[in-house]
């Protein structure tokens, strides 16, 4: 029993990640429409930025601060320089849809290849705000570091932020009717063209930040957050692409069961287990367990 509650407490500071990771996504896919697949090379491309300032400054804070501001940086112009030249030439029909899509994979490629040419490929460890180390508690030790303690609670203040910037602020009505209905959203002054940069830049740096604080843990290379991608984009489809709520949920819920995945079954069977998991979660409710057909969550 007590395994089974050490490997529930492993799973929930990977489940935050993961949740930060799928809030980016969701936050690209209510603005535009468009899954940003180029999420996992943007989040890379920040987390050695934040490294190289860890290199010349030796303060982790600072680091975290740039990581995520050129997250935002480099969402903002992968909109205005990539996904809206796409959207305009590409027409109304189908294709105006699926081309962004094509283009983020096609960018993933190319950050990747940057990313591999300026810093090498070789494995890189990051450093983490706090000590690894299990905690002791009462003479036993359990699998949750200060660090992990750091990851759950830096993940909570910017949902929590987020919530606050969605629900209760001028901007935050703004991205969500412009969500809604563009068209609608610019009849009543919304400049939606703007209003769909600053989720991208907010995507940007979510997922920089999730990038940040799962590094210490799995080591920093060119390709290394392909498969936090792989588990935010899972963990999204879980909780409904529509709604953070379900995002964050979604995150909980994968990062628990990937664990006793990993736990009980090995960690070959993890890449598997999240796919089998996306694939039921599809056939099942495809909305998501938080989304309804037809509607927008907050």
């Not at 609608?184 to 940007?204: D, E, K, M, P």
């Not at 991608?229 to 379900?246: H, Q, R």
């Amino acid at each position: 029993m007590q395994q089974f509650i050490d490997t529930l407490i492993l799973g929930v500071s990977f489940g935050a990640i993961y949740a930060l990771m799928a809030l980016a996504l969701i936050l690209v896919w209510r603005s535009t429409r468009v899954v940003n697949f180029a999420q996992a090379g943007q989040a890379v491309l920040s987390t050695y930025i934040g490294l190289e300032i860890h290199r010349l400054t030796s303060s982790y804070w600072i680091a975290l601060i740039v990581a995520v501001i050129a997250g935002g940086i480099v969402g903002g112009l992968v909109d205005l320089l990539m996904v809206r030249p796409l959207s305009r030439h590409s027409g109304t029909g189908p294709e105006a849809a699926v081309a962004p899509v094509i283009g983020t994979l096609g960018l993933l490629a190319i950050v990747q290849g940057v990313v591999g040419i300026f810093w090498g490929g070789e494995f890189r460890k990051y450093p983490a705000a706090f000590s690894t180390d299990a905690i002791s508690i009462g003479g036993s030790r359990i699998p949750f570091s200060p660090f992990d303690i750091f990851i759950v609670a830096i993940v909570l203040a910017v949902m929590v932020a987020f919530g606050f910037i969605f629900q209760r602020t001028g901007l935050g009505l703004a991205m969500r009717a412009a969500a809604f209905g563009s068209e609608v959203a610019q009849l009543a002054g919304v400049r939606t063209g703007r209003v769909r940069t600053v989720g991208w830049s907010f995507a940007g740096s979510a997922g920089a930040l999730a990038g940040v604080l799962i590094t210490p843990n799995v080591f920093l290379a060119p390709n290394s957050l392909d498969l936090l991608l792989v588990f935010g984009f899972t963990a999204a489809v879980i909780g409904g692409l529509e709604s953070m709520v379900g995002g964050a949920l979604g995150g909980l819920a994968l990062g628990l069961g990937l664990a006793i995945v990993l736990q009980y079954l090995g960690s070959s069977f993890t890449f598997m287990a999240a796919f089998v998991v996306l694939i039921v979660v599809l056939l099942v409710r495809p909305q998501g367990l938080l989304g309804k057909k037809g509607a927008r969550r907050a």
